[in-house]
């Protein structure tokens, strides 16, 4: 009998603790889904068909659009609010809004600096090179 009494006290100390944190529901889950595959399918149809003429515009909404979605997978896949974990989420937050800036725009520096630096020569341009 005191073997079963020490088991099931030894097994409830390794239960993790449920009431503290939410892990989402199914409903959750697939409206996070949802949102992402929406988010994902409009800056595809902007792009594939060429739906705005200026081209920074493009990229400015596939920017926004990827920025919701980078919040939208915060909320409803790693279950990020400003309740839990007494206030560290809201640390993490910052952070990752602070690598978000700098992923954009330095995705958008590097592609600049590529399409300027490496546009093809013209044929006389190829002549003079060495």
């Given amino acids: 009998m005191s073997s079963n009494v020490n088991n099931t006290a ?3 100390g390794h239960e993790p603790a449920h009431d503290a944190h939410s892990h989402g529901s ?8 949802v949102l992402s595959v929406i988010l994902t399918v409009i800056p595809f ?8 003429e200026s081209r920074v515009w493009t990229v400015a909404l596939i920017m926004v659009f990827g920025a919701i979605q980078i919040v939208v997978h915060m909320i409803y896949f790693l279950h990020m609010n400003r309740k839990s974990e007494g206030g560290w989420l809201l640390m993490s ?12 725009v330095g995705s958008l520096w590097v ?5 300027t630096n490496m546009m093809p020569m013209s044929p006389e341009q ?4 060495p």
């Fill in 93 to 104: 937050l910052l952070f990752t809004g602070i690598i978000i800036v700098i992923a954009l």
């Fill in 126 to 129: 190829m002549r003079v090179a």
């Fill in 45 to 52: 149809w902007l792009v594939m068909g060429d739906v705005i």
């Fill in 111 to 115: 592609m600049y600096h590529l399409n």
């Fill in 10 to 12: 030894h097994q409830a």
């Fill in 26 to 33: 199914m409903r959750d889950y697939v409206i996070g889904f």
